[in-house]
């Protein structure tokens, strides 16, 4: 079975850092683009970034552009997203997801983590 | 940057209704999108890819067609299961962006 696990969500100041992981299993993960997509409380989804199999290529939203960064480890099949800066509308659950096969939208999801930034 | 514009925002059909979401794109995407089912409490799950593409083991129920700018998302009859939340995305570059959202209740 296919499994994709978030981990490093939690509470922070507004300006702070945190660093997501995500680590994936049941697959070949060197086959697959990675994504990250967040979902504020009772909004909708949005992209946040992209990382390509081998990190070539590398995608940001305007949102997170230069507070942002996404890297992946393909020996331990995890992905991460190292925030910071981080500000009160950055608060949302963060789903890690693969990519479809030579294509960007997401094929499988993670649970998410919860990431809330207030003072 | 190419804005993806989603209509209704929130709709309420009976069982069995047919059931359409248009998605509208600011610029040309061919068929680089992909639309995603996302219930209460549940995690997001793709439904169609390359726009009319159903993902495997997705029920025949939902079907999707459009080129270009304009796109729509069927659900041939509605179950109470169906309800939650629908997602149009673009993917064909980034950034990949999302429409708003369509929210889906049984009547």
């Known amino acids: 079975e296919v499994q994709l696990v978030e981990s490093g969500g939690g509470l922070v100041k507004p300006g702070g850092s945190l660093r997501l992981s995500c680590v994936a299993s049941?697959?070949?993960?060197?086959?697959?683009?990675l994504n990250w997509v967040r979902q504020a409380p009772g909004k909708g989804l949005e992209w946040v970034s992209f990382?390509?199999?081998?990190?070539?290529?590398?995608f940001y939203a305007d949102s997170v552009k230069g507070r942002f960064t996404i890297s992946r480890d393909n020996a331990k099949n995890s992905v991460y997203l190292q925030m910071d800066s981080l500000r009160d509308e950055d608060t949302a659950t963060y789903y890690c997801?693969?990519?479809?096969?030579?294509?960007?939208?997401?094929?499988?999801w993670g649970r998410g983590t919860l990431v809330t930034v207030s003072s | 940057d190419i804005q993806m514009t989603q209509s209704p925002s929130s709709l309420s059909a009976s069982v069995g209704d047919r059931v359409i979401i248009t998605c509208r794109a600011s610029?040309?995407?061919?068929?680089?999108l992909a639309w995603y089912q996302h219930k209460p409490g549940k995690v997001p799950r793709l439904l169609i890819y390359?726009?009319?593409t159903l993902q495997s083991g997705v029920s025949s129920r939902f079907s999707g067609s459009g080129s270009g700018t304009g796109f729509t998302l069927t659900i041939s009859s509605l179950r109470p299961e169906d309800v939650g939340s629908y997602y149009c995305?673009?993917?064909?570059?980034?950034?990949?962006?999302f429409g708003g959202g369509t929210r889906v209740e049984i009547k």
């Open positions: 997801t693969t990519t479809g096969y030579g294509d960007l939208y997401s094929l499988i």
């Open positions: 049941g697959l070949t993960f060197t086959n697959h683009g």
């Open positions: 990382i390509s199999t081998g990190s070539s290529y590398i």
């Open positions: 610029q040309g995407i061919s068929n680089s």
């Open positions: 390359a726009a009319s």
């Open positions: 995305q673009k993917y064909n570059n980034a950034p990949l962006a």
